[in-house]
């Protein structure tokens, strides 16, 4: 099995009147390579006429994202022309590339009604020879994404991307990643073999798991030794597990607000080719 390295607790950091919790990077630990940023927004409960989420139109470059909507929904529009409404269940995959500018809010419809709301954004890196790649966008709605049964029906595997068992995920990724929300009922167990060679992403959302031995509560971040494969995991209550697993790229990381790149020089160039309209026209 796996040894553990350390479990992080993820740090509040509110934005506006969203609840916010950051497990990565931290202040004790700065990335699982290609594994780069994790905001998990909520739970929490809007009230009729709200503002919604406050993510307005910015830029990105050098990187990928995968938004996992738990409850709610969230509404994405790009200067690619792309612009879906996904829903509680789905998932919305992005390749900023060589750049694009997006923005991230809620439906009118939530805006007016409310609603339970809670969202997680994780940030993937993308190799230098990627960086300047087109973009690309997809968003899918839960019953669009593979739901595999195991531990007699105890466990869902909800298949974002990757391969489990030989059913493919949902979404083809530029590099090859697993990724999967999983859930849990009372005194389940799964037994998961990522390759020795792939980085470990381990981030309890709901409930308490315990992994290889060790106990992890909602908003904590397991950090893993590549010594081993089997992660054994098992749940003595209702859990939501967000698990993912990728080769590392062993690649310098530079990153400054929303772009991500190799060198300094580079994040300049991207700012500069932001300002000269190169990220595309925003409508």
């Known amino acids: 099995m796996r040894t553990i390295k350390r479990i992080h607790d993820a740090e509040y950091a509110p934005i506006a009147d969203l609840i916010t919790y950051s497990p990565l990077p931290s202040r004790s630990l700065r990335q699982i390579d290609p594994f780069l940023f994790l905001n998990h927004h909520g739970p929490q409960t809007y009230k009729p006429n709200n503002n919604g989420l406050p993510f307005g139109p910015h830029p990105h470059r050098g990187m990928e994202t995968m938004t996992f909507i738990l409850e709610g929904d969230i509404m994405h529009k790009d200067s690619g022309g792309h612009e879906s409404v996904i ?27 409310g609603g339970p709301l809670e969202i997680l954004q994780l940030w993937l890196n993308l190799p230098a020879r990627l960086k300047m790649t087109d973009p690309y966008y997809l968003g899918l709605q839960r019953e669009e994404i593979p739901s595999i049964p195991e531990d007699e029906g105890r466990v869902t595997i909800n298949l974002v991307s990757g391969e489990w068992n030989s059913r493919k995920g949902a979404f083809d990724t530029q590099t090859e990643v697993f990724l999967s929300t999983i859930d849990f009922t009372p005194e389940s ?27 992890a509560k909602a908003r904590q971040l397991v950090e893993f030794n590549n010594d081993g494969e089997a992660l054994f995991i098992e749940s003595p209550t209702d859990s939501v597990l967000l698990l993912g697993h990728a080769r590392p790229f062993n690649e310098p990381v530079v990153a400054q607000g929303p772009f991500v790149m190799n060198t300094e020089a580079e994040i300049r160039e991207a700012y500069r080719d932001y300002q000269m309209g190169k990220f595309g026209t925003w409508h």
């Open 87 to 113: 829903n509680a269940g789905g998932a919305q995959y992005m390749t900023a590339g060589r750049g694009l500018i997006h923005a991230e809010v809620s439906s009118s419809k939530f805006k007016k009604n």
């Open 189 to 215: 167990t799964l037994t998961v073999q990522p390759p020795e060679d792939h980085n470990v992403f381990f981030y309890v959302i709901r409930g308490e798991l315990t992994v290889n031995g060790e106990s």
